[in-house]
């Protein structure tokens, strides 16, 4: 059965700093891997969504990399700033049918 | 385009009642799920659907019914609510097909109290 961690459950950085995030699974039958962000009360925004013949996807100060041998994603956020404090998932499998991690709260400080 | 859409935002029922949560989306995609969000779960799946009229069960299905008669709808029933289905309810869709358009649209949620 697929499962995915994500650790820490929460970061705290100062503002400016660049920081990542884990994402970990144990199935690599992946089919896409996906990054969320979620604000309080809110529903979830994509991110990014890597499909699993790709390396890595880039939005502007986002970067996300794959690596199916060994499990892992990571999430690379450049100079951070406040309005980036959220939680960010990551969800793996297919569009209709996503396994998520519970999520790292990050808070960015000014 | 609206997106996903979810109505109510937020009810209280008492165990044992019934009611209906609302999904649409104006996005014609096939993909349309349900999850449940609750704190130290995460996000697990009660249901979802590849296309009108063709549904399948989820992580956590018991105690919901879905249907899709339509592209756009996707209502999830709780049949006889019951205090661990207090939760929030999150809809999304994403289209079908080609891996890079999977990407998953998220609704506002749903929270509700089951009391």
């Known amino acids: 059965k697929q499962e995915v961690t994500q650790i820490p459950a929460a970061l705290s950085v100062p503002e400016g700093e660049n920081l990542v995030l884990n994402c970990s699974f144990t199935?690599?039958?992946?089919?896409?891997l996906q990054w969320f962000r979620q604000d309080p009360g809110k529903g979830l925004t994509s991110l990014l969504l890597?499909?699993?013949?790709?390396r890595e996807q880039t939005s502007g100060r986002l970067n996300a990399s794959l690596d199916k041998s060994s499990g892992r994603s990571t999430l690379y956020i450049a100079a951070s700033q406040p309005g980036d404090s959220a939680t960010y998932l990551c969800?793996?499998?297919?569009?209709?049918?996503?396994?998520f991690g519970q999520g790292t709260e990050l808070s960015v400080k000014p | 385009n609206a997106g996903v859409t979810q109505t109510p935002k937020f009810q209280v029922l008492k165990t044992g009642q019934s009611m209906t949560l609302q999904c649409a989306q104006d996005m014609n995609h096939e993909y349309m799920s349900w999850y449940r969000q609750d704190p130290g779960m995460g996000l697990r799946l009660i249901h979802y659907?590849?296309?009108?009229?063709?549904?399948d069960q989820g992580e956590v299905p018991n105690g919901y019914n879905v249907s899709r008669s339509t592209t756009e709808d996707f209502p999830l029933r709780l049949l006889s609510a019951a205090p661990s289905q207090t939760s929030v309810y999150f809809c999304?869709?994403?289209?079908?097909?080609?891996?890079?358009?999977?990407?998953?649209?998220f609704g506002p949620g749903t929270r509700l109290l089951v009391l």
């Open positions: 199935d690599s039958a992946i089919y896409n």
């Open positions: 890597i499909q699993s013949s790709q």
């Open positions: 999304a869709s994403s289209f079908r097909g080609l891996l890079s358009q999977e990407t998953q649209y």
């Open positions: 969800a793996v499998g297919p569009g209709g049918k996503l396994i």
């Open positions: 659907s590849v296309g009108a009229g063709i549904t």
